[in-house]
Each structure stands twice: as C-alpha cells, then as structure tokens.
C-alpha cells in the first residue's frame, strides 16, 4: 500500500502538470493579467486567501487518526463529525447575514481566531473540548466559504470599479490553486506526522501559524465593507418559492444533496478503510487531491473549442463514475475479504468525479437560479445535504465496525442511484434548453467559469 500511494501521487501529479502545462501554453493572455492595478489587487487578495486555504487543507489528512490516536471508537469518532455537520448547516445558514452585519473584513479577521481555537482543541484529549471544536470548525468552514468571496466582490466592483467581467478570472485562478495547496498541504502533513515524527496533532499545530499570518495580513491591508442586508426570512422564503416553481432547481438540488452527502460520508470512511492496511495518509491525500485536480482539468478541455462537450454530459459521468466506484468498494471492503489496493482506485476516481462534478454544478446553479434567489437556495439545498451526511454517520456508529463499512458503501450506492434517476429526469427536462449550453467557440478558445 504504500508504495501504490507513493506511485499513485507521482503519475497524477505529473498527468496534472502535463495537462496544465499544454493549456498555458496554448492559451493566449488576456486583457485581465496585463493590469497592474488589477494584479496588486488580485494579489493582496490571494495571500490572505490562499493562507486560509492551506490551513485548512493541512488538518484535514489526520483528523480521523488524531481522534483514533485518542483512543476514540469508530461510534465516538463518528458523533464528533455529525457534530461538525451539523455546527457547518446551522452557521452556515446565517453566515451571510453575519458577514454582512459585521463586516467581511471583520469575519475573515474572525475566521483566523475561530479556525486557531478549533487547532488548539485538538491539542485536548477531553471528549467535551474536541466537540467544542469541531462546532468551532464549523462557524470557520462557514465563514471561509462565504466572507472571503463577499469582501473580494465588494471591492473589485465598488472600491476598485475593474469590470465584473474579470471575477471569474480571479475565482477559477483561486479554484486552480485551491487543488495546489491542497496537493501540497497533503504532502506537508504527513511530513511533519510521520517524516519528523511530531504525530497527527502536528498538522493542526503547523496550521495555526498560518491563520494567524492571514488575520493579520487581512487586518493590515484589506479595507472593511458592508452591504445592505436582506432578512434571512425573506432569503430562504424567496428560495423556497424558486425552489417549488422551477423543476430544474429542484432536480439540481435533489442531485446535489445527494452527491455531496456521500462525499461527505467518503471523507470519513476513507482512513479507516485504508489506514490499518499502512497507508501514508498524507500522500493518499495529496493523491486525492491530485485525482481532482486532474478531474478539473479534463473538465476545462472537454468543454473547450476542440471537444464542446456540455456541463450537463460531464455532470452525468461525474455520477455515473461515483456509483462504479461504490460498487467497487462494497466488494473491496467485504470483511476478511479486504483489497486496500482496489478501494484506493476506487477512492481516486470519486475524487476524478468531484474534479468534473463541482464546475458542472457551479455552471448550471448559475444559470438555473436566479443570481437575486441564489442565496436563498443555496440555504435550502445544504439543509437536505448535511441531514443525509448525518443520518449516514449515525447508521455507522450504531453498526457492527466489521460490517458497518461495507453496509455503508452499499446504502451510498443506492443513495448514488437515486442520484443517477434525478440526473436522467434533469436531462429529460433541459434536453431542448439551449441557455444551459456552453456557448458555441468563435474565435479565442472557450474557458468555462469555474
């Protein structure tokens, strides 16, 4: 095992560069990148924002063994991340309206003390505290994903008035090097767990440092601003309605609540899984990590001016791979039946699947929601989310760790199922609608929206 981790991540990494290497050098550079008031902008953006991501990504290969480190039972573990779901749907519900009553500025600020009270618990071997943190981890996990993006807007469109045309050149670089820091955050962990021997609590030790540079750099250098706040019962009632009114937003929500509760259930099984058999489990990681990367970017070929390939074919094979990949777990996990080699495959092509699955989404959540109701949706659709995740973490804790596993995967497989049906029943309804197609290329190469 691990040597196939180690021969895994070295030939994903290099298909990764060799991918992105081709697409630099074929594509031309645009009006965006020759700024320079645009490019200090952009940058003093990505070192507060690229710090917090990194941070994040460093806890996230040995949280499971910190808590086995403990001498916590799979049940005990299992609560502490239904805790962790639940804390991540409940804030981030109102996240929004937090950032926006306190300041974007602010909430990042506050995002750096939470997110280093969350590392500073696991420092604790009390049940009590690691449950504390992991609500603590939940508010930072909704604020990450909602301040930074708020104050960037704000302050591309309002302070700095570049044209909203180049946002999505800043997210899909941020989205790019999202995979990066992750790919090497991996690598980081298992270096200072196992390399220098420091154990699993080191990465949430070493992550600190870098949240607190973050504050400070936010503090130091970004400005603060607001925005005009919306009642949060005139937000989620405005996403109901769009909800209820529109088949296409409910099946995509049907779809997405589906699809990323099992990844959520992914995310805990996969130590488990492959830990007992001597897995590097930052190299798995980066290996992850690496398989999305490689998804994203056979995402931006297949839609580009040689391929033409839709977000709605992609998002069908992102399932359709997911449900192959779930049958193949539920014989490779089969008790005293165990192949480590066979459910680390099968771990590589859901994380292939999520590298085509998120911009898929994110293309068609763009142009099936209305940008005013998006919100508001989006608050509607994480409730089912997070109550599947939780609902699978607690079949497991109740079930018989030999067989709770495998019984696992086999109940995700049906839930991916389910998936695949709500997929068909989408694809029957916008089969004909011509606004959720990428736009015919003339000229310079298409680059889709990430």
């Known amino acids: 095992m691990l040597v196939t981790a180690y021969l895994a991540f070295v030939v994903l990494l290099a298909s990764c560069l060799g991918l992105e290497l081709s697409r630099c050098q074929a594509k031309p550079p645009g009006r965006a990148c020759s700024n320079p008031s645009f490019l200090r902008f952009q940058l003093d953006f990505y070192q507060v924002y690229f710090l917090a991501l990194a941070a994040d990504w460093l806890q996230a290969p040995y949280l499971y063994k910190l808590y086995q480190h403990y001498h916590f039972l799979e ?10 779901l639940a804390s991540t749907v409940l804030f981030g519900l109102v996240a929004s309206s937090l950032v926006d009553w306190l300041g974007r500025k602010k909430s990042c600020v506050l995002f750096s003390l939470t997110y280093s009270l969350c590392c500073l618990t696991k420092l604790s071997w009390d049940y009590f505290v690691l449950l504390m943190g992991r609500a603590l981890g939940g508010l930072s996990t909704a604020l990450l994903f909602s301040a930074f993006e708020a104050w960037y807007i704000h302050e591309h469109v309002e302070r700095h008035d570049f044209p909203a045309e180049w946002i999505p ?6 989205a790019f090097w999202n995979h990066v820091l ?16 420091l154990g699993p609590v080191a990465p949430f030790v070493a992550a600190i440092p870098l949240l607190a540079l973050a504050g400070a750099l936010a503090l130091h250098n970004w400005g603060e601003n607001y925005d005009r706040q919306r009642a949060f019962s005139r937000t989620c009632a405005g996403g109901l309605r ?8 409910l099946l995509l929500g049907t779809i997405q609540a589906l699809f990323e509760s099992v990844i959520f259930i992914f995310v805990f099984l996969w130590t488990p899984v492959l830990d007992p058999h001597g897995a590097p489990l930052g190299i798995v990681f980066s290996s992850f990590m690496a398989a999305s990367l ?26 359709l791979i997911v449900v192959f990949s779930l049958f193949m777990l539920t014989f490779s996990t089969s008790p005293g039946q165990e192949n480590p080699v066979e459910s680390f495959i099968a771990f590589l092509l859901i994380e292939l699947a999520c590298g085509l699955y998120f911009p898929s989404m994110s293309f068609l959540r763009r142009k099936v929601i209305p940008e005013t109701e998006q919100a508001g949706v989006l608050n509607w659709f994480r409730v089912p989310l997070h109550l ?3 609902l699978g973490l607690l079949v497991l804790h109740d079930s018989d760790h030999k067989t709770g596993t495998r019984n696992m995967f086999s109940i995700c497989s049906a839930v991916m199922v389910m998936a695949l049906l709500a997929v068909v029943g989408l694809f029957t309804v916008v089969r004909h609608n011509a606004e959720l197609r990428v736009p015919s290329p003339t000229g310079e190469p298409y680059a889709p929206e990430l």
């Open 182 to 197: 992750a790919v090497v955050a991996g690598v980081a962990a298992e270096a200072v767990a196992c390399w220098m021997g």
């Open 75 to 84: 049940g005990q573990i299992a609560i502490l991340y239904v805790c962790g």
């Open 294 to 319: 490689l998804g994203s970017s056979l995402y931006r070929i297949a839609t580009s001016k040689r391929y033409h390939l839709q977000p709605m074919h992609l998002l069908s094979l992102a399932v």
């Open 242 to 249: 769009c909800l209820l009114s529109d088949r296409r937003v």
């Open 169 to 174: 050149a800043t997210f899909a670089r941020a």
């Open 388 to 390: 599947l995740a939780c």
